[in-house]
Structure formats: structure tokens, C-alpha cells
């Protein structure tokens, strides 16, 4: 009945979850694979295709606007490259200033769709958007201040500068050729030229006799533009409490103490002088620049407030010269500001194709899977309705071993165990009939022989009528007991209890009744014994129902021994008690022993008080066990006796009082 309960759990691959979970997986795997390589195919490309069209052909518009605002001191006449930069590029490009007045727009149609809440970026050259400048193909990135390197104002040079310059760098590139180095002529933003070796060690020229410092000696042009920058640095300089600086064409710094003169640069980078240093304005880096000289008591805090009034002295230098800040709007012609797409119709049928193929793949697994799980379910169904209406239960036919036919299997074990129940609920009301029918027989039979004169109410009279009377009371308190038992109400009073005084207690109550049935009692426990928490009323009632049953069934000259000892835990439950009950008496068949704890089970048949009791004791003994947390166990061998066990736990379960000090249990006989 019970083996369904012990067998292992259902590997997954053989339950109908398992089998479940394998369709559904299947059929999203197939639409999440069709999906996404359609997907794929008709959009990924498409995708990054407008998209790095879009990327590059932004940052192309941003750095050539910005260029123009470097050079121009106002946004008059941008219009024509607007005009030219949306043509190029298939987009919509627009100017506004940040009031949001339009300054040029690609999109002449008085109709075209409004501008954006947001803007594209900000152009501003004294302030360049780092990341749109990364991503720009013209140029490498913006200043490490953030000014435009285009931007150069007052330190542009003039016709005659730039002639004169580029006469002298053309002599130093023939004498570096000549030398066997191989060098250009780059000219800057500003129009000063200078020479760049080709190859990654610029050094070579530093050990020929080709002089490149002239190309480094500033300009008129450049002197008077640095004067004023170094006003404008030292000002802001004053305004700190600092003292002034000598900044260098390079815009690196000095003190002003030193000897004034021609002007040596620095240059930032590595190199000889004018091969690849920042020589020209429009190129420097002042975040970057270290001061030519540093005097005693400057400290890193000078240097810094230094660098910050040299960027605010660039700017503000460089406002008049270049554009106001504008307001970038790129979009697509229809308005839109990102990338879009249409699929064809074409795609769009495939998509819908697929889509109605992994419906009907779905569809068509689910009906499956649930007719399959359906049809053992209305069996059950159908059985339990049979069962409910009282007909006799039938078992249901069982052809996997998956969740549903383990659910038929427990149901087939409930319904025979359910059709053992009633048969034992009538042999029982059967029993109760017999056991209570006997005494009260006997009772009546002698009431009316007295009534009729035919027996005389003497003292034996009466005793035999207590004897029965006491005998209908012990059937019915032990009914009673089981009926609280099974209902939970069975009350405990637990206290500290030393189990080899109890067996004594046991002993010597059972010790007339085993001597008058010369029957050996002993117990081989030495007291006090192993100590646990129960109730010793309840304790010795289980006790002493076994000890009267092992003497019944000892025939003369046997022996009934009781013994208590305390077993080694077993890993992971806690400490125990174990009192035996042994007899060397006739023992039980190997059929009869799993029913000896059935409620009115009697191994003869004939219910004969003379061979028996009522066949309630062992039934009231298993569940005194299990209410103090226990188990009871028997084991026999026909011919050879039978041994009782009680296996009981030292502490109470959970929630219940541990045991204090272990007192001795009061004396007095078992029920």
C-alpha cells in the first residue's frame, strides 16, 4: 500500500514537468530563433548602415561648423555652408542662436517640421564638445582647455610673417634632406610654419647643423598678442593676491623678474625645438604647460591658479574674434531626429509566416501534451464520484510512472486502504459488540435468577456482579483512552522519571499474577536507571498492559523480563530510552505480527476471555508511545517468544518544558 511513498523522485527528463518544460522550451527556442534571425537579417544591416552614415556624417557637420566659428567673428554668411553640409550628408542641419533665433537653416520650406526641444550640441569654439570632436575624421580632438585649436585671434599672422616664415622653414627642410632626414613643412592654424621630421624619432635633427630655433623667435603679430594675454593673465592674477607670470609663445609661464628678452619656448612635447612642439598658439595646451622657470616659493596651488588664469585669459581674448555659441540641430529631412526604417513587404510576409507557423506548433504541442495529461485525470475523477457515491471502489488503470500515474498508483493504495478501513470499522463495531455484550450478559443472567428467586444475593453474588461490572468499565476506559488519543486530547502531565524505578513499580504490581501463573518476573535494570521526561500514570499503564499480555501468553515456568538502557544517539536524532518487554512465551505467527497493535485484533479468533483480552491494551499502548514522541515495536519468532519495545525520547518535543531534577516516580500498581 505504502511503496509509492518510498520510491525515489522522478528524474526530470522522465516527469511531466520535465516534459512539459521540454515542449515549451522547444517552441520558444523555435520562435525566439525564427524571430531573431529575421530580425536579423532585415534590420542589423540596415541599422548600421544609417547609423555609422549618421555618426560620421554628424561629427563631419560639428567640426566644420566649428571652424567656422573659429575663424569668423559672427555667424553672417554660414548659411551657404549649411546649405552645402546638408546637401552632403542627406540631412537636415540647422542654426538657432540659444535664445533659439534661427541663424541658418537647410530646410527652406516654410512648412518644415518644428526643431527638436533638444539640440544636437552646442558650437561654441571656446568650448568644444569633447566627444563629437573624438569622432571627428578632420582632426584628432579639440584643445585640452576646450578652445578649438582653428580659434588663434590676434595671434594670426600676418602676409608678410607667413612669407618670411615659410622661406626660412623651406631652407631648414633642403638642409635636413641634404642631412639625409627626411622632413615636411606643416603649417598651423595661425599660418606659422614648422618643420616635422618623417619617422618617429624627431631627435635626428638635433645632430645636424641645421639651426631650427629661428623658426621658434615669435612675431610682431605674436609678441603684441601675447602682451595681452599676459595682462589679461596677470590681472586675473592680481585678483587672487598672486604676483604675474612671463608667459612664452608656447603660453608656458616664467617670472616676470627674469631678463626680458628674446623668448626661448619650451615646447610640451618631446622633441627638438620647432620640429614638433606646440610652438604655434592655436596648438597649445596651457593644462599641459609647465613654467620655464620655476622661482623659489611657487608651489603646485601657484602653478594651477596660474594654468586656470591663462585658460580665462584665452577665452576672454578670443571672444571677439570668434562666433557666439549656436545651437546644432541635425535631423532628418522629414524631422524625425533618429534613424528609421521601413520593412519591406516582402519581410513583412516572412514575419508573418513564421509567426503563424510557431502558432501552430505551439497549438499543436499543447494538444498533445494536454490529452495526455487529461485523460488519466478524468479517470481519477470518475473513480473518486464511484467512490463518493458509495459504490465499490475500483482501481484505476496505471500506464506511466510520471507524476499522473503516481498520483493513480497513491490513489489505487487509497482506495484499498480506505476498503480496509471499513472492513475493520465493521469487524470493530462487531467487537465492541461482543466485548460489551458478555459482561452485561452475565450481569442480567445473574440479576434475573435473583429476581427469580433461583440465586440468593450472598457476598459471592456480589462480587461476581463488581467483577463483571469492573470488567465493563475497563473496556469502556480503554475505548475512551483511544478516542482521546486519536482526537489529540490525550493529556500528558510529564515530570522527571527514572525508568528502572518505574519497571520495579510495574514488576512488583504484575508480581501476584505472575507468581499465581508461575511465571518468572524479573527486572535486569539496576534503579534508578536511565531518567526521562513523561507522565509515569500513562508510562506505566503502556508498561503494565505489556507485561500483563507477556504473562497471558507465558505458559508455566517461563519468564517475562523488563529492562530500560539508554542507546547511542543515531546521527542526527536525539537521545532516546528504550524499555523491553521480553517473554519466553509461545511468540506470534510472522502473518499476525503486523496487526498485534490493530485495534480489537485477538490472534484467536473465538474471542475467548479465558485465552484473552479485549484486544484494546497493545492498540492503547502505541499510541501512549507516539503521544510522549515515541514508537512501539514488536518482534517475535513462533516458539521462541516475543519481545515488546518502547522506544521514548529523553526531553520533550519543542515547545515543552525540559526536564528538572529526576525525582522518583510515585508508587502504586499500572491500571
Known sequence: MREGRGRARLPLRRSLLGRLLAVS???????????????????????????????????????????YAARNPTWDGVEATVRELARESGRRVALTTRSRQPLADSAADPGAPALPPEASAVVDPLSVDTVLAARSTDRQ???????????????????????????????????????????????????????????????????????????????????????????????????????GVRLNNDLSWGDPAE????????????????????????????????????PDGRTGEDDRAIASCVGTARSEQLSSYVASPALLFIGDEGGATLPGFDLSPANT???????????????????????????????????????RDGEQPASVPVSTDDEVGRLATVFNDMSAHRARLEEQRKAMVSDVAHELRTPLSNIRGWLEAAQDGL??????????????????????????????????????????????????????????????????????????????????????????????NAVRHTGEGGRVTLRAYAPEPAEGGGAAVVVEVADTGSGIPAEDLPHVFDRFWRAEKSRNRRTGGSGLGLAIVRKLAEAHGGTAEAT??????????????????????????????????GP
Open 141 to 243: 580632438g579639440a584643445a585640452a582647455d576646450r578652445i578649438d585649436p582653428r580659434a588663434v585671434g590676434p595671434f594670426r599672422l600676418s602676409g608678410a610673417e607667413r612669407t618670411a616664415l615659410r622661406r626660412t622653414a623651406d631652407g631648414k627642410v633642403e638642409c635636413l634632406n641634404r642631412a639625409g632626414i627626411a622632413s615636411d613643412v606643416v603649417v598651423g592654424p595661425s599660418g606659422r610654419p614648422r618643420v616635422q621630421v618623417v619617422g618617429n624619432d624627431p631627435e635626428r635633427a638635433l645632430g645636424t647643423r641645421c639651426d631650427l630655433a629661428a623658426l621658434e623667435e615669435p612675431t610682431r603679430s605674436e609678441r603684441k598678442a601675447l602682451d595681452a594675454l599676459t595682462e589679461l593673465a596677470d590681472a586675473c592674477l592680481e585678483r587672487q593676491g598672486r604676483g
Open 455 to 548: 440465586a440468593d444475593p450472598d457476598p459471592a453474588f456480589v462480587d461476581s456482579l463488581l467483577e463483571e461490572a469492573v470488567q465493563l468499565q475497563h473496556i469502556i476506559d480503554d475505548l475512551q483512552d483511544l478516542a482521546e488519543a486519536d482526537a489529540g486530547a490525550l493529556r500528558l502531565r510529564r515530570e522527571p522519571v527514572r525508568a528502572g524505578e518505574l519497571l520495579s513499580q510495574v514488576a512488583a504490581a504484575h508480581q501476584a499474577r505472575a507468581e499465581h501463573a508461575n511465571v518468572t518476573l524479573a527486572v535486569t535494570t539496576a534503579t534508578p536507571g536511565p531518567a526521562l521526561l513523561a507522565d509515569p500514570v500513562r508510562l506505566r499503564q503502556a508498561v503494565g498492559n505489556l507485561v500483563s
Open 636 to 669: 517475535s519468532t513462533e516458539g521462541g517468544g516475543s519481545t515488546f519495545t518502547l522506544r521514548l525520547p529523553v526531553s520533550a518535543r519543542p515547545g515543552q518544558e525540559e526536564p528538572g531534577p529526576v525525582r522518583s516516580s510515585g508508587a502504586g500498581p
Open 25 to 67: 522550451v522547444l517552441v520558444a527556442v523555435c520562435s525566439v530563433a525564427a524571430t531573431a534571425w529575421i530580425a536579423v537579417q532585415t534590420t542589423s544591416g540596415a541599422i548600421k548602415q544609417e547609423q555609422g552614415q549618421n555618426l560620421t556624417a554628424d561629427a563631419r557637420i560639428y567640426d566644420t561648423l566649428l571652424g
Open 259 to 294: 631678463e626680458a628678452g628674446p623668448v626661448e619656448p619650451r615646447p610640451v612635447a618631446s622633441g627638438a625645438p620647432g620640429l614638433s612642439g606646440p610652438s604655434d598658439p592655436g596648438d597649445a595646451r596651457p593644462k599641459e604647460a609647465v613654467p620655464s622657470v620655476v
Open 349 to 387: 510576409a516572412r514575419i508573418a509566416g513564421a509567426a503563424a507557423l510557431v502558432l501552430a506548433l505551439t497549438v499543436g504541442a499543447s494538444v498533445l501534451a494536454g490529452a495526455r495529461l487529461v485523460r488519466p485525470l478524468h479517470a481519477l475523477t470518475g473513480a473518486a464520484q464511484r467512490m
